[in-house]
């Protein structure tokens, strides 16, 4: 019996899926804030927690426009707020100042890095608030105990990054320039320093959240002004509204400040991820 042909069957035609129409990623966040809010409103208005303990967001927002009006105990919103800032522009500003000099000599010199490194080591794990009450006692409760907290709070975070970014540039890199005959200061400001710029921008993003958390537990201590310290008031009068304010603002202010980091990193280090 002659062999039969083998014949495949023809593919039947595929038609084209029409792409879905992607949500633009704001939409997303804006989104879950919604659902972040609905259920409050329903944990709130189905009595699930006393209102006492847990305000409804009416309530909180009539608390925002009373003291937006009003102000809360001779102070205003907005001067609160920007004391606080000012507290951590102080602290951490100096700490960038310092820090990412100190950062890049250590990751220079084997000798100031040996010298200085279990310094840093050892300030960096320490929580911060463990020495506030000697600051309290050396510099007083005004704004220099705390500009001092934050300052050491940020100030090992970014020695730390600002000297593991020079450790990390590739020696391939160096040695090419001097191939080329550049000189060592052309050497540091062309392709030490943007080497190691990317890490050092992450470190000040870390030290940024790190003395904003901060900033607001020295509040809570020892402060007359600030978000912190209306918390802590808000607290003694059981103004559960005022203290979810606050924490709303302080969210916000969060992100605000975590997001114009990383714009200026993107604006400064635009070459991150093209090694």
Known sequence: ????????????????????????RPAYGAASVAAMLLVWWAISGGRLIAADLLP????????A??????????????????????RLAGGFGLAVITGVPLGLWMGRNRLVGAAIDWIIQFLRPLPPLSYMI?????????DASKTALLFLTAFPIVVAAS????????????????????????????VVLPSAAPMIFTGLQIALAAAFSTV???????????????????????????????ILVLGLLGVALAWGLRALDRRIVHWRGRD
Do not use: K
């Open 1 to 24: 019996m002659p062999d039969l042909p083998m014949t495949l069957p023809a593919a039947a035609p595929t038609i084209p899926r029409r792409p879905r129409a992607a949500l633009p």
């Open 56 to 63: 409804s967001p009416a309530q909180v927002w009539a608390a």
């Open 65 to 86: 426009v009373e003291i937006l009006r009003d102000g809360y105990r001779g102070t205003t919103l907005l001067g609160n707020i920007l004391s606080t800032l000012g």
């Open 134 to 142: 000697l600051l309290i006692l050396w510099l007083g409760t005004g």
């Open 163 to 190: 000297a593991a970014g020079i450790n990390g540039v590739r020696r391939q890199r160096i040695q090419a320039a001097e191939a080329l005959g550049a000189s060592p200061s052309q050497i540091f400001r062309h």
């Open 216 to 246: 607001v537990s020295a509040e809570l201590m020892a402060a007359s002004d600030g978000l912190g310290w209306m918390v802590i008031s808000a607290s003694h009068f059981l103004r559960n509204d005022v203290i979810i304010l606050c």
